[in-house]
């Protein structure tokens, strides 16, 4: 792949761009007889439950949620247990509910529609409790499948050219995307979405992580084809999306096993499924398909690190600023674990158009501002945060962009932008209701030139991320939150000229939460 190439991501980009034409024009249905199944199950292969019995850790979640988990020292052994508490509070089902059309799941993790595409398998080494092997980890029974015996830890370490955190892992865990899962409500926009979703749950799984002290460490570098086999996926209607090195200090792999396909039986998603073939042309075009490719890519990837770091850093066409805000010193909050911060997260489904503290907001940007802790460093892949600020006492309405090195805001826009606010995302009152709408924006002429089709991972990936860190965030804060989409040309001209030529990738909106009907 010519990294330089980046043709295919922004054609596929520009595709799916919402505008008040397109939507207008869409005729798409959501057949609910047609509905996809929300897990991937294996009937026959015999499950291995997971402890469902979890001790809270004791640092305070807004410390994990800001906290850099690739730095962790290792102060949890992995065993069943700990793979039980991360698994769970990443992915597990919390909560169920039955209605007239069927039951409907709530999982630890935000994803979009609550249609959760996301599936974790594990690619550990021998440990206390549980062989080596490849395991797929089933939400609807909380139980991992062995899909292969034996340590194939090697295919992983070589598919990433020898990435260090994954070299040291006893434990891989790799997230993958059914897109139909997805697709049968969005359509082709869904390959946005998946790594929407993946940001989220990574963002969870970052900060239980560190919460127990566990290294766990973000790669997107990786030969695609060989990782899709090591799961046996197929790489059209499920893909790899991103690893996760879970610990450190472990033995190096032992030559993997032979591999040959499975072929095992899962039960069917839907009675018919729609191809999109513009998610599949996207994501092959972003495949990487050697470990040259691999060590290539992350070469590019980490030279913004290094010499030419300025160049990378973001830019933006003049502007008449109205004024530079420092942020509050941040709130006094309860040593609450992140553990009971997610059991109680959920999208929020109304806003009182009550104010927020303008503490309570810079809290906010100061936990989901640091590194994400990757194989791509932030200023290979940079966002920025734009914020529309409705109701925030000690901070005047208007429009704003986050000034990290100033710990400050820059007014772009005064006044009064409810309305307006609505119609960014979508005409939806949430956004317009909300004391603040979050957007990400990434100049992704930038990143594709450095990073080329592969960088459109990397952009939306690390958006959902930080727009993960804000869901629990917000929670840990006694505040609400959802995530929303939106008019994307029209979020860019609103935030212009600071903003021009660059490309939405993410919206939360944060406020307090209406009350309730019983």
């Known amino acids: ?26 005729r798409h249905v959501l057949y609910f007889a047609n509905l996809p199944l929300p897990f991937k199950v294996y009937p026959a292969l015999p499950a291995i439950p997971l402890p469902q019995e ?8 807004l410390d994990v949620i800001a906290a850099d988990a690739s730095s962790a020292h290792g102060g949890r052994p992995l065993d069943v247990a700990a793979l039980a508490h991360l698994l769970y509070f990443t992915a597990g089902v919390l909560r169920r ?11 630890a993790q935000a994803c979009t529609g609550n249609l959760h595409h996301i599936d974790l398998y594990l690619v ?30 090697a295919i992983v370490v070589q598919a990433t050219a020898a990435e260090p955190s994954i070299a040291e892992a006893p434990v891989v865990v790799a997230c993958t995307s059914t897109f139909w899962r997805n697709a049968w409500k969005y359509q082709a926009r869904t390959y946005r979405h998946a790594f929407w979703d993946d940001g989220t749950l990574l963002a969870n799984l970052l900060a239980v992580a560190a919460a127990v002290d566990v290294p766990a460490r973000i790669v997107l570098g990786f030969v695609d084809g060989e990782l899709n086999r090591l799961l046996d996926v197929d790489g059209e209607h ?79 066409k003049a502007t008449a600023a109205l004024a530079v805000v420092p942020l509050a010193p941040s709130a006094a909050t309860r040593q609450e674990p992140i553990e009971r911060v997610i059991l109680r997260r959920g999208s929020t489904r109304e806003f009182a158009r009550d104010p927020i503290s303008f503490d309570v907001l810079s809290t906010v940007l100061r936990s989901v501002t640091g590194d994400v802790g990757a194989d ?8 920025e945060l734009y914020l529309i600020v409705n109701a925030v006492d000690g901070l005047a309405p ?31 009152a949430l ?52 995530g929303l989409t939106f008019f994307d040309d029209d979020v860019t001209s609103f935030f212009s000229p600071h903003a021009a030529g660059k490309s939405v990738m993410f919206l939360m909106a944060i406020g307090r939460p209406a009350p309730r009907t019983r």
């Open 431 to 482: 956004a317009a209701d909300a004391a603040v709408n979050l957007y990400w924006l990434s100049d992704l002429p930038r990143v594709l030139a450095r990073l080329g089709n592969r960088g459109y991972r990397a952009a939306q990936l690390e958006a959902a991320i930080r727009g993960g860190k804000t869901y629990v965030a917000a929670f840990a804060l006694g505040i609400g939150a959802t």
């Open 97 to 107: 509910r039955s209605y007239p059309g069927g039951d409907a799941f709530f999982r």
């Open 124 to 153: 550990c080494a021998d440990l206390p409790d549980l062989a080596a092997g490849v395991y797929h980890f089933g939400p609807h029974d909380f139980a991992l499948r062995r899909l292969r015996p034996g340590d194939h830890r």
């Open 376 to 383: 791509f460093p932030p200023a290979a892949a940079p966002s």
């Open 54 to 61: 979890f001790t809270r850790s004791d640092r305070a979640a």
């Open 1 to 26: 792949m010519d990294k330089r190439d980046a043709t295919a991501a922004t054609a596929y980009h520009d595709a799916t761009k919402h505008s008040l034409a397109s939507v207008q024009r869409s």
């Open 238 to 316: 499920e893909v790899t999306l991103s690893l996760v090195a879970l610990g450190g200090a472990a033995a190096a792999p032992p030559p993997a096993p032979p591999l040959s396909p499975l072929g095992f039986e899962t039960l069917p998603l839907s009675a018919h499924e729609v191809a999109y073939p513009e998610i599949v042309a996207a994501h092959r075009a972003s495949s990487l398909a050697s470990a040259e490719e691999v060590a290539a890519w992350r070469g590019a990837a980490g030279t913004a690190d290094g010499q030419d770091a300025e160049a990378d850093t973001p830019t933006h």
């Open 398 to 428: 208007g429009a704003y962009v986050l000034d990290c090195e100033r710990d400050a805001l820059t007014q772009l826009r005064a006044g009064d932008v409810r309305r307006e606010a609505g119609q960014l995302a979508l005409g939806q």
